[in-house]
């Protein structure tokens, strides 16, 4: 039996990157996941099931989700992935991207874990995963605010898991290090110097895959993982400050 037969996924910012990959190993795995994004997009792996979805539109979400727990019956995970980062030293730092961030990236998830773990709830429990940064653990020159958003989601992660643990439901976060993704070429592009630097950093000598950060989802998100709840599992090498 695969690690997540039987099981109903739900992945945000499914359409590339880390999210995409997300999507991919938890069907490959046995779930029918439903991946939302923003944009518009297509798979040819029929237990994957595009979702075109802004996570900002709080009754777009509801619909969404009470349309797949109709289909289904029941949702056994969420990953809140989708989210936002724009770079900028403190003196640069604009209060309208950072607000743009805040929104995208901890009030829409929070409003996601309150719908879904409604529906959980019906059905007994499931796992609920964030998706943090290490930067949020360790810190980073010229992510103050990006890094802020993602300190609110470890806080956030930790008081619901707390709180919806007697409804059978479980909290984590994933802190992914330095991920080879198209995010990662942008930053390497922009300030490459800066990011050799960090890979130095890294005792396992390698910068991360989608791969990496999926495998620990699907993990928290099976019946392996049934006692681990308000954890933030960082999925970095062993990086360093």
């Known amino acids: 039996m695969n690690l997540l037969t039987n099981k109903v996924c739900i992945v945000t910012g499914a359409a590339q990157g880390i999210g995409k990959q997300i999507a991919n190993q938890m069907a490959l795995d046995g779930a029918e996941v439903y991946a939302c994004d923003l944009q518009t997009f297509t798979t040819d792996d029929a237990h994957i099931h595009p979702i075109s979805l802004d996570i900002t539109n709080s009754q777009a979400v509801k619909e969404v ?6 289909e289904t019956g029941h949702i056994d995970c969420l990953v809140n992935n989708a989210g936002i980062v724009y770079n900028r030293r403190i003196g640069m730092i604009m209060r309208e991207e950072t607000e743009r961030m805040f ?6 998830p929070l409003e996601l874990v309150q719908f879904c773990s409604r529906l959980m709830a019906r059905n007994g429990g499931g796992s609920i995963i964030n998706i943090a940064s290490v930067t949020a653990v360790l810190g980073s020159p010229g992510q103050v605010a990006y890094s802020a958003t993602k300190g609110a989601i470890i806080a956030m992660t930790k008081s619901a898991a707390k709180e919806l643990a007697q409804s059978g439901i479980r909290v984590n976060a994933v802190a992914p290090g330095i991920i080879q993704t198209e995010r990662f070429a942008e930053l390497y592009e922009s300030d490459g110097e800066k990011i050799e630097n960090r890979i ?8 991360g895959s989608p791969e990496d950060v999926a495998n620990a989802c ?3 998100a099976s019946d392996k993982a049934s006692y681990i709840s308000g954890q933030i599992l960082g999925v970095d090498g062993c990086a360093s400050i």
Do not use: E
Not at 65 to 70: C, D, G, N, R
């Open 65 to 70: 989700f009470l349309s797949i727990y109709k």
């Open 200 to 207: 130095q950093r890294i005792a396992l000598g390698r910068l």
């Open 218 to 220: 699907s993990f928290l």
């Open 103 to 108: 929104q995208v990236n901890v009030i829409a």
